[in-house]
């Protein structure tokens, strides 16, 4: 009985949420960049309603990874009426409430997510307190919530009249809906579609139609131009959505409740499809589109046994999520399972920075502390000496600024970006870009330069050279040292050590000869010309 009453206190909690169906949203794909879905639902927690964030999908290999991954990015005390996704941000609208004497409004809130900058982490700004935004009129029925590059839309209905609203840095303006359009009558399905670069309304009156309507002017007075499109629904085509409609991978889904589960219909053009049908669906349930995968998440909580609370406190019920999702272009089901939970670091990413360590153990073995008792002393001609440690640092610092300014030229990245906290930790987007350039610069420059003129222009400037020391046996067996300029090869070898592997390199500056990993191999140095001292008269 204590774990019944645990389960209808959470399901009382999602009243507002229509019954059936949880608050949901998706964003589309926008131009280069990704999709964020989100949900809210019970949670075991406290508060026990959870503000759930499904990450973008990588788009490596044949699938998107990331399968059935779940964060939680907040909790609440209650649930919203609805939700929508606007870039990196959920905004929920909650019910109606009194503001003031005799002023009623519904509260708007938003969390906004953002990469913690190692791995594929998200962190939000939930942790103190949600982001204020301005209040939706409180009179009506909130028909429809949808995303919008700039913020969201709302559909409000009050009896025979309908409000249009569009968030923006002004706040929430009206502009006009379309004049053929009216309200239809016992729908409770939304009647607002996040659309890309645009908000779709649904007509589902006796000649179904969707309007498209895309936002012009600017924010403080916006208007709307609205195209209308018939939709294959009713009439022997497809069945009345009984939930939320989605567009993802370029066509309409919405679900209908069947029994034992619900069935997934697309529209396809001037066709309504079957698209695929989920058993087992509970009540209440999440649907939204993952439009980066191409993929229809199903998410539903389910009783997971008796949770434990504090001592004194009684025991409630367990909550568990399954997630099915479905693709969007065939229908078949990819995943069904209980939620993933994404850590800091994907197994791709672990797998690969397994294999760097092990490369990374093998060439410390190799080439920092493999013995050097075997490898012939250095030997120089009369009138070359090694270079000092300050005046070679003092070279690679201004190679490295050639190499910065010359990369971030090449890449079109301002320099600026090298300054971002994180880059070393996850070197992505334009400062992976630029640290990349910055890599092969040094390298080209360092090896077509050495090899040209045997120094780059910071040796130029500090008055140090690259040579390959050799001693050399002549015809009467007398041995010699002398300093030749490098193979190519030598200076590419050398480079790609310097500058490909830094640690590694850096260990040989400590031995006796202060030669890097990267002259050893190579069998070159650097070396500063010195005068001869002067030959004593006889």
Same mark, same amino acid.
């Given at each position: 009985?204590?774990?019944?009453? %645990?389960? @209808? ?34 949670? #075991?927690?406290?508060p026990p309603v959870a503000v ?5 999908? *990588?788009?490596?290999?044949? +699938? =998107? ?11 609440? /005390? *209650? *649930?919203? $009426?609805? @939700? ?20 009623? $409004? ?26 204020? &935004?301005?209040?939706?009129?409180? =009179?009506?029925?909130? !028909? ?10 709302? +559909? ?74 018939? +939709? ?31 069935? &997934? ?13 989920? #058993? ?10 993952? #439009? ?16 434990k609370g504090e001592p004194g ?14 693709? =969007? ?6 995943? #069904?399972? %209980?939620?993933?939970? /994404? ?43 090694? =270079? ?9 610092? @201004?190679?490295?600024?050639?190499? !910065?300014?010359?990369?971030? /030229? ?7 970006? +090298? ?78 050590? /310097?500058? %490909? ?38």
């Open positions: 009985m204590r774990i019944l009453f %645990g389960v @209808i206190a959470f399901l009382a909690l999602l009243l507002p949420a229509r019954g059936q169906v949880l608050p949901a949203a998706g964003t589309v794909v926008p131009r280069g960049g990704e999709t964020h879905a989100w949900f809210v639902g019970p949670d #075991d927690g406290d759930f964030h499904i990450p973008p999908r *990588s788009r490596s290999g044949p +699938l =998107a990874s990331g399968e059935g991954v779940l964060a939680i990015a907040g909790r609440l /005390k *209650s *649930s919203p $009426e609805m @939700i929508a996704a606007s870039g990196t941000r959920v905004i929920l609208v909650f019910p109606t409430s009194s503001a003031a004497p005799g002023v009623r $409004e519904r509260r708007v809130l938003s969390i906004t997510a953002s990469r913690s900058g190692l791995g594929d982490g998200w962190v939000y700004d939930s942790q103190g307190r949600l982001d204020a &935004l301005p209040a939706l009129p409180g =009179a009506g029925r909130l !028909a429809g919530l949808a995303g919008t590059e700039r913020g969201a839309a709302a +559909l409000i209905l009050d009896g025979e009249t309908a409000r249009f609203l569009l968030l923006t840095r002004d706040g929430w303006q009206e502009p006009s809906l379309p004049s053929e359009w009216s309200p239809p009558e016992g729908s409770a399905a939304p009647l607002l579609v996040t659309l890309p670069g645009a908000v779709g309304l649904l007509d589902l009156g006796p000649s179904p139609a969707l309007w498209t309507g895309t936002v012009l002017g600017d924010e403080s007075s916006p208007t709307m131009e609205w195209e209308r499109r018939a +939709l294959p629904i009713g009439a022997g085509a497809g069945p009345r959505p009984g939930g939320p409609v989605v567009w993802t991978a370029g066509r309409l889904t919405y679900p209908v409740r069947e029994r034992g589960g619900i069935t &997934l219909w697309q529209l396809d053009g001037g066709r309504a499809l079957r698209l695929s049908r989920v #058993d087992g669906v509970g009540e209440p349930y999440a649907l939204t589109g993952i #439009d980066q995968a191409g993929r229809i998440a199903v998410i539903w909580p389910q009783e997971g046994g008796e949770r406190e009684p025991r409630r019920a367990s909550i568990r999520y399954r997630v099915v999702e479905v693709s =969007a272009s065939t229908g078949r089901v990819l995943y #069904d399972g %209980g939620p993933v939970g /994404k850590g800091p670091v994907s197994v791709e990413e672990l797998r690969v920075l397994a294999i760097g360590l092990l490369m990374v153990m093998v060439l410390i073995l190799v080439l920092v502390l493999r013995p050097d008792s075997g490898r012939p002393p250095l030997a120089l001609p009369q009138g070359l000496a090694l =270079a000092e440690g300050s005046r070679r640092w003092t070279a690679t610092l @201004i190679d490295v600024l050639v190499a !910065a300014i010359a990369g971030s /030229k090449i890449a079109g990245v301002p320099l600026a970006t +090298l300054l971002e906290s994180g880059l070393l930790i996850e070197p992505t987007g334009e400062g992976g870009l630029l640290l990349l350039w910055m890599l092969g610069v040094a390298v080209a420059h360092g090896a077509l330069a050495e090899w040209l003129f045997g120094r780059t222009l910071g040796k130029w400037l500090t008055a140090c050279r690259v040579v390959r020391a050799r001693v050399v046996r002549g015809a009467d067996g007398t041995l010699t040292a002398r300093a030749e300029r490098p193979a190519l090869w030598r200076c590419v070898l050398r480079n790609v050590v /310097k500058w %490909g592997l830094p640690p590694v390199a850096a260990a040989g500056l400590n031995a006796g000869d202060r030669r890097h990993r990267g002259d050893v191999l190579s069998g070159t140095a650097v070396v500063i010309d010195v005068e001869r001292p002067a030959e004593s008269p006889r």
